[in-house]
C-alpha cells in the first residue's frame, strides 16, 4: 500500500491568507495537532497547535506565522511504513504527501497509518508481503515468478514502484501465498536479488511490525 492511496480526502489543506482562529478551529475539528498549509499548490509547511495557540492575535494569516516542518512529507509513491517512520521521526499526526513536482495532494494521519497497518496484517494472515529492490534493467517479473514457484510458492499479486533511496533502482512488492519466507528469500538472494523488507507471520524480522510498536510507543496506546 502506497502513500497515494492512504490520503484523507476529507482534510483539505489551509491557505496563507486563513487565519490562526480558523487554523485552530479546523484542528480542533479534524482531531489532529497540525494542518498542512499550501500556496499555489506547493506545501509550505506545517501550522501546529502548539505554536499556534500561544498567539494572542488570532486573527493573524497563516503567512504571518512561522510554519514548521517545511520539508517534512513523503512522495506520493512510497510505502506506507515510510510514512510512520516519518511520523514517529518528526512527532508529527498529519503527513503531507507530494507528488513528482513537488505539489502537494493531501495529507495522511496517524489513524490512517494504523488503518493500513490493519489491512497490511489482514493481508498477513492469508501469506507474506516481500519487497525487492534492483536495477531497472534487472526487473524480469516471470523469472522471479519462476524462481518462487520453485519453492512451491506463488506470487498472488505483484507492484513496482521507484526506489526513493535509490533512482537507478525500481521496488518490487509482492504478495505470495505462503507464510515461510526463508527458503524464497535465500533462492533470491541466490541470484543477487536484494530483499530490502518482509511481512510475515512469526518472523523475527519485520520492518512493518517494528515501525508499528515505536509508532504505539509514540502515541503512548
Known sequence: MIAEELINQM??????????DKAL?????FRVNELAVARNRKYIGLATEVSLIELNDRNLTLEQVKLEFQDVHVMHFQHFYD???????NKIQVVPVLDEVQEF?????????LAAFGQMSALQ??????VLSMPERDYS???????????NAKILSAYVSPDELDPYNIKLTLKLNT?????????????EYRITAQ??????????RDRLDMLLKYLDI
Open 199 to 208: 511481512f510475515q507471520d512469526g518472523s523475527n524480522y519485520d520492518v512493518g
Open 105 to 113: 495532494m493531501g495529507i495522511i494521519t496517524i489513524n490512517d497509518t
Open 11 to 20: 482534510i483539505p489543506p489551509l491557505k496563507v491568507y486563513d487565519t490562526v
Open 179 to 191: 507464510t515461510d519466507l526463508t527458503r524464497i528469500i535465500a533462492t533470491l538472494e541466490r541470484f
Open 25 to 29: 478551529r479546523w484542528m480542533d475539528e
Open 83 to 89: 510514512v510512520m517512520e516519518v511520523a514517529i521521526k
Open 125 to 130: 494472515g492469508q501469506g507474506s508481503i516481500l
Open 141 to 151: 517479473l516471470s523469472q522471479i515468478s519462476r524462481l518462487i514457484e520453485e519453492e
